[in-house]
């Protein structure tokens, strides 16, 4: 596959679309979400605290990876 100036441009577009900044803005506040509930004082809060932090990994690294690609 020759890439060409044209096919630079339009992936260099798509990588600074705002949606992937956006996605990545709501990760990270999962992930804090997740860190702040490790210091909750309920029952089950570190595991809860695990699984939102998690999610907030998964939901993280689909957007890196959607600007990698």
């Known amino acids: 596959m020759q890439l060409t100036i044209s096919t630079m441009n339009n992936s260099v577009k798509e990588a ?3 949606r992937h900044y956006i996605l990545l803005v709501i990760a990270i ?3 804090l979400v997740g860190v702040y509930l490790r210091f ?3 029952k089950h809060a570190s595991a809860i605290a695990n699984v939102i932090l998690a999610a907030g990994v998964v939901v993280c690294l689909k957007a890196v990876f959607d600007i990698v690609k």
């Open 29 to 31: 506040i999962i992930g």
């Open 16 to 18: 600074n679309a705002d």
């Open 40 to 42: 909750a004082d309920f």
